[in-house]
């Protein structure tokens, strides 16, 4: 039976079972140092593990494993990746076991130093990993210390909802960009334009797209792997080509297997480079694909389950984030 006693301003549980060697651990409050008694409980109940000899198992250890084993048949995005080899790098030397809710706070305050969407990313992959070492590895680690700590971080205001953006660029800003880019041999004016017409995810989406996957009869074409939460490799999808991007790919030279060859890593450079060389204010590269968005809504054209397909959202709400209208345009 567990006992669990006020120690200063902590509190200590303490688990004692025949046949094992009594185990104790100190906890912020009470309701983490219940929850870890009967967790150790339930585990030596049902098998799964004993009380000792205690695990030595780092973090940097269970990421390891995670990307030697769970990566293989689900690979990494490139910002999970990143995500992880931050959690690896910052809170390595941990032992998981030992992890609590407020140590994973002061990673998300002091070692990382983000919050509100930046942070929330961070926790979901550290308790993807947690939960798998925990069901799959049988590693005595508590998942639901993220949980906590997001609770902590939310109380505290630092996960926050981020704020909807409803910067659109205006055609004056539109037709100085697109004339600035006739400098730029990798974001250039008909790349330019198809953002726009495409609704496409720049660079991503748009840099891949294949000469062997456009069809012409159907002025349709193949996105490979599309952007999807549950699904990071074949995710194929055909799309339309709408709104003179169809025009756009066909008057490509086809020197290359892309129809656009080009590095769209640079992009994320030269955007806000031309922004600032024209005096253009608060405009993201990603605020051309939301203009594209809200164009295709308020052209009244195609239905919500049309709409996602061209854009490639799974939720009509993903959607709706995506689209600023303007109230004036309701009186049209």
Not at 265 to 272: R, Y
Request: hydrophobic residues 40%.
């Amino acid at each position: 039976m567990a006992s669990i006693v006020r120690v200063g301003e902590k509190w200590r549980a303490t688990v004692r079972r025949k046949g094992q060697k009594q185990t104790s651990r100190t906890f912020r409050t009470k309701v983490l140092a219940d929850r870890w008694a009967r967790d150790i409980e339930n585990a030596v109940d049902e098998g799964r593990a004993g009380i000792v000899p205690p695990s030595t198992v780092t973090i940097a250890g269970l990421v390891d494993k995670y990307i030697d084993e769970i990566s293989q048949s689900k690979p990494l995005g490139r910002n999970k990746a990143d995500v992880v080899a931050k959690i690896r790098k910052l809170l390595g030397h941990e032992i998981a076991a030992n992890l609590t809710a407020d140590r994973i706070v002061s990673y998300i305050r002091n070692d990382r130093a983000i919050k509100d969407v930046t942070a929330g990313i961070d926790l979901t992959y550290l308790k993807g990993i947690l939960k798998i070492a925990r069901a799959l590895w049988r590693e005595p680690v508590q998942p639901h210390l993220v949980d906590d700590a997001r609770e902590i971080l939310r109380y505290m205001g630092e996960m926050n909802r981020g704020d909807m953006r409803d910067r659109r660029p205006t055609p004056d800003e539109l037709a100085a960009l697109r004339e600035r880019f006739h400098r730029s041999a990798s974001l250039t004016p008909d790349i330019f334009d198809f953002i726009l017409a495409s609704c496409f995810r720049p660079p991503s989406e748009i840099v891949r797209l294949r000469w062997e996957d456009l069809n012409q009869a159907d002025r349709t074409i193949l996105i490979r792997d599309r952007k999807d939460p549950r699904r990071k490799i074949g995710n194929h999808q055909t799309v339309p080509l709408l709104h003179g991007a169809f025009d756009i790919v066909m008057r490509q030279p086809r020197t290359a297997a892309e129809i656009f060859p080009v590095c769209g890593h640079t992009w994320s450079a030269i955007f806000p480079r031309a922004c600032q060389a024209l005096g253009i204010v608060d405009l993201r590269l990603y605020d051309l694909r939301h203009e594209a968005i809200s164009r295709l809504v308020e052209r009244k054209k195609h239905s919500i389950p049309e709409m996602m397909l061209v854009t490639g959202h799974r939720d009509p709400k993903q959607l709706m984030r995506y689209t600023q209208l303007r109230a004036r345009d309701l009186h049209r």
